[in-house]
Every structure is written in C-alpha cells, then in structure tokens.
C-alpha cells in the first residue's frame, strides 16, 4: 500500500464550527505532514510530526491543532477559523526525515470557511 | 536560506512538442532535487528525484539531471500528450540553510498541451 489517504474530500464549515481532518498511511512511515495549499500557489508547510512527535510547528495560528495518535494517522482539529484559511490542505509522509527521503502527498481536503 | 526559481509560465504546448521546464537552485549544503506534478483537482505526486550531481531522474518519459555547476535541475520531455496537463513543481530538501530536510518548492508551472 503506497498510499496516503484522507477525509473528507470536502469540508464546508461556519467560523464558529469546530472540525477535524484525518489522513492515514499504511507504508510504515515515521515522518508526516500538513500543508496548506492556496490556489496557483505551491504548498506551505504547517506542521512536521516525526515518530509521534511535534517536530515541526511552522508560526501556525492556534485555531488549527494536530493530533498524532499513532505512527499511521494524523489529524488537524480546526476551530474558529477566518475565510483566508479556506484553501486545499495537503497531508504527506516520509520514511524519514533525511533529505533523500521522498514525501508521499494525499489527495487533499478542500477547506471553505463561510 | 535555500530557494527554488522556477519559470512560472503559464507553458502552453501542442502534443508532441518538446518541453523543457527551468528550475535553479540556492542551496547551502548539497541537497536532494525533486520534481512534482499536481493534477487538477489532485494532491502532488514524485515525479523524479535526484540525490546527488550528475544523476539523471526519470520517470513517463520526464528526465532531468542534477547540475551542481549551473545549480540547475530542468525539467524535459521530449513529446508531450494532452494528459500531461498539469502543475510542475520543483523544490528541494537541504539539511543546512534553514530548511530542516523540508521540502522547499518553486512556484510551480502550469503546463496546458491542445491536441
């Protein structure tokens, strides 16, 4: 299995609602990723998790939290958020965090925030 | 910090048009070169990689190779089909210069091929 899945596909929510993203990967990866994609624009990174733990937090507002529960899922809990951040938000993963490690992107959740 | 320039297009091409996608690099360490294709509507997938100077990635027909000396990673393919359309990100992974071993993108370029 070399793939990175996540849900939903599409998320519509008011800026009072609070939801959740999950992605999940069965390769046996122990890096993994979100970024947040705007249109025309390359991906933006938002948050590292490396063997479980935060590695990484790239400056992100606190309205979006990640969850690692285990080394195959990760979540983004979403509460309160503004219309600026409806965009595409991506999850990938790594076998690692070395530089030659290729990252494996999900298809993506398209987030609008009403 | 590291960097990717790449040229942003829009590239519009006829099929079986040879293309060439332009990406440099700034980098402080030696890092490992990437190449992305994003597809409408669709997450980033590797196109090619490659680790160190002088190797070739490829991969469906796409080849590009490693240029330490001009810090260059193009991006060719020698006949393009309509289903080639898509978003081309370069971007690359360095340990040093402020990138952690992330991954750092270029613009992207959106490559439209008519039939």
């Known amino acids: 299995d070399t793939e990175v899945t996540q849900t939903p596909k599409h998320l519509v929510m008011g800026m009072t609602n609070k939801k959740s993203l999950k992605c999940e990967q069965h390769m046996g990866h122990r890096a993994m990723y979100w970024y947040k994609q705007k249109a025309k624009k390359p991906p933006e990174l938002m948050f590292v998790y490396s063997y479980e733990k935060l590695s990484i937090n790239e400056s992100v507002p606190s309205r979006f939290s990640p969850e690692c529960p285990n080394s195959s899922l990760l979540n983004l809990h979403l509460h309160a958020l503004q219309p600026e951040d409806s965009a595409l938000y991506l999850c990938?993963?790594?076998?690692?965090?070395?530089?030659?490690?290729?990252?494996?992107f999900g298809p993506g959740t398209r987030l609008t925030v009403l | 910090g590291d960097s990717v320039t790449q040229m942003e297009g829009p590239v519009t091409l006829s099929e079986e048009a040879f293309l060439t996608i332009n990406c440099t690099y700034t980098a402080t360490g030696y890092p490992s070169l990437f190449w992305y294709v994003q597809y409408p509507g669709e997450g980033l997938q590797l196109l090619l990689k490659?680790?160190?100077?002088?190797d070739k990635g490829s991969n469906k027909g796409f080849e590009a190779t490693y240029r330490k000396e001009t810090t260059s990673f193009h991006l060719e393919k020698g006949s393009v089909q309509v289903s080639d359309s898509a978003v081309y990100f370069c971007?690359?992974?360095?340990?040093?210069?402020?990138?952690?071993?992330?991954?750092?993108f270029g613009k992207g370029t959106k490559l439209s091929v008519k039939p």
């Open positions: 971007a690359l992974s360095d340990i040093y210069g402020g990138s952690q071993g992330n991954l750092i």
């Open positions: 490659a680790t160190k100077a002088d």
């Open positions: 990938a993963s790594s076998q690692g965090r070395g530089i030659a490690n290729e990252q494996f």
